[in-house]
């Protein structure tokens, strides 16, 4: 019986990983729509504007939006606690540390949009301003990288 309990933990702390992931995932993807929305406002774009390029079908819906940007959020949030648990997996970075990988994963992120948007992918996300756009993947990252450093540091 006490041979199958290291294969249980092993498995739920994978599991754990990636719920935490999902869940520290949206937390980072609500502060960098709250970002997108003040600065949409800031720049005459208007929040509804804004949420509708998150609507990958046909952009005009701002709850769709919003529902789409978290939804790729916490997926994003679950690759990277995934990663950084196989990765990072008994290192000891300090919270700093995650906190600059969260960043460096948000601006490859934010580099990825960038690629796709210049292959014609996700027209109606390029509408929004490139800097804005950096911005918010930056705050996505680092948001990110503080929870699940948070996480790890407990």
């Known amino acids: 019986m006490s041979n199958s309990q ?3 933990r092993a498995r739920s ?3 754990d990983a ?3 992931g999902l869940l520290n995932g949206v937390m980072a993807g609500v502060v960098m729509a709250i970002y997108l929305m003040i600065s949409g406002v800031l720049t005459g774009t208007g929040v509804a504007a804004t949420l509708n390029a998150f609507d990958l079908g046909q952009g ?8 789409i940007h ?9 690759v990277f606690s995934l990663l950084y648990r196989l990765i ?6 300090g919270r700093g540390g995650n906190v600059l990988i969260g960043l460096a994963y948000g ?6 949009t960038q690629i796709t948007f210049a292959a014609g992918i996700n027209v109606a996300l390029s509408s929004l301003p490139a800097t804005h756009f950096a911005v918010a993947h930056a705050l996505f990252g680092l948001v990110l990288g503080w929870l699940i450093g948070r996480k790890q540091m407990q």
């Open 6 to 8: 290291p294969l249980i």
């Open 13 to 15: 702390s994978i599991g």
């Open 18 to 20: 990636a719920v935490d």
């Open 60 to 67: 005009t819906s701002p709850v769709r939006g919003v529902l």
């Open 70 to 78: 978290l939804a790729v959020a916490a997926i994003y949030g679950m």
């Open 88 to 93: 990072g997996r008994g290192r000891s970075i």
């Open 107 to 112: 601006l490859l992120l934010w580099l990825i």
